[in-house]
């Protein structure tokens, strides 16, 4: 399994611009989950989904769009690109723990975005 | 509203000097309590979950340990490849929760040779 998968690795905007920001994962985990990190904090959540057409906002949704089509597949989208937006975006995917049990989330490896 | 604070906000340590990571937490119910490593440039990597006060997880010279308001991660002799970021995350009971996690803003620890 290839696990959590993001691309692109880089990407530099400008304002204004649009983009969209791919997770792919390959363990049928039903949740998926994306984060901002800003440097020197923690992370953020943004939206989540717990299935295929459903979807939630997190901590941090605004400017941010989302949609579930697939179990593999949790894109972010951008519309309007801004400098606040500059960060690096982490997608996640929870494997089910035991009933009662707390769920572990798994990471893809990052996209870090600029706004300029 | 669930909250994790990490202190101290940096740690530099000599090869073979032991310390610790505090993980102070508030939270409607834990479910799991979370110690992720993050290298720079990388994705967080899991390393422990806790579920309750008095449990104890042990990983090569890492340990994490868990009362009802905090998690410590205890660092043994660290050697240099140990330099990294930890976060701490928990996890709240609830069907609607998503099983989202609330994360701590990370402790960057630094082992010098």
């Known amino acids: 399994n290839a696990g959590v998968t993001q691309t692109p690795k880089f990407r530099i905007l400008k304002i204004g611009q649009s983009m969209t920001l791919q997770c792919t994962q390959d363990?049928?985990?039903?949740?998926m989950y994306w984060y901002r990190q800003d440097p020197g904090m923690g992370l953020k959540l943004i939206y989540y989904?717990?299935?295929?057409?459903?979807?939630d906002k997190g901590e941090v949704p605004n400017g941010y769009n989302v949609s579930r089509s697939t179990t593999e597949d949790f894109p972010l989208r951008l519309e309007l690109a801004a400098p606040s937006q500059t960060s690096v975006y982490f997608c996640?995917?929870?494997?089910?723990?035991?009933?009662?049990?707390?769920?572990?989330?798994?990471f893809g490896p990052g996209t870090r975005l600029t706004v300029l | 509203e669930d909250q994790v604070t990490q202190s101290p906000e940096a740690l530099r340590l000599q090869e073979g000097e032991s310390s610790s990571l505090n993980c102070s937490y508030t939270v409607s119910g834990l479910r799991g309590l979370f110690w992720y490593r993050q290298d720079p440039g990388k994705g967080p990597e899991f390393l422990f979950t806790l579920y309750s006060a008095g449990e104890e997880k042990e990983k090569e010279r890492l340990k994490a340990t868990l009362t009802k308001k905090e998690s410590f991660l205890h660092i043994t002799a660290p050697k240099p490849e140990d330099s990294a970021t930890y976060l701490c995350a928990v996890q709240a009971r609830g069907e609607t929760s998503g099983s989202r996690l609330t994360f701590g803003e990370g402790t960057q620890l630094t082992v010098n040779p």
């Open positions: 996640a995917s929870i494997l089910r723990g035991l009933a009662g049990r707390a769920d572990t989330q798994y």
């Open positions: 363990m049928n985990h039903n949740y």
């Open positions: 989904s717990v299935g295929a057409g459903i979807t």
